[in-house]
């Protein structure tokens, strides 16, 4: 990870419940999520079903994806817990404990993840405004959310 000043955006998160963290992962770890997703999509897109990798041990929900080639959109949802790559990453990147020095927590647990595939769309395709409480099943301040752009975002 570059060296943040991770007491200031402690203090930012703290007071706004959300903080940008510019360059938190090196390009390996970029590279691992982009050949992760892009593989996976690919599977997605070609039809298949994804199934649960049964070396990462038992269910954390069903892997599950789908893309609409009309809009450009797609997803992919409880992808880490049943791809060995992902769950490397959700181990050894910087992730968790870039969390838990930003929340002030001790312990850091990986609840699920959800990916979102926006390829390019006509002028109408841009995502409206919206809300993500209706993904999440839990409230309170020490329930955080990463959000990493894999791309470069407007």
Wanted: with cysteine.
């Amino acid at each position: 990870m570059a060296a943040l000043d991770l007491a200031d955006l402690r203090t930012s998160y703290e007071r706004d419940g959300v903080v940008r963290v510019p360059g938190a992962f090196d390009a390996h770890w970029v590279a691992t999520l982009v050949d992760a997703f892009d593989r996976l999509m690919a599977r997605v897109k070609a039809g298949e079903k994804l199934a649960p990798d049964s070396a990462l041990g038992p269910e954390h929900g069903r892997p599950d994806g789908d893309f609409d080639a009309r809009t450009g959109r797609g997803h992919l949802r409880y992808a880490a817990v049943h791809d060995a790559a992902l769950a490397r990453w959700l181990r050894e990147s910087p992730a968790a404990a870039l969390v838990g020095e930003l929340t002030g927590s001790t312990r850091v647990q990986f609840w699920y993840d959800l990916w979102f595939c926006k390829e390019p769309a006509p002028a109408d395709g841009a995502t409206p405004w919206h809300h993500d409480a209706t993904g999440h099943p839990f409230t309170g301040s020490a329930i955080p959310s990463l959000w990493i752009a894999l791309t470069d975002v407007g």
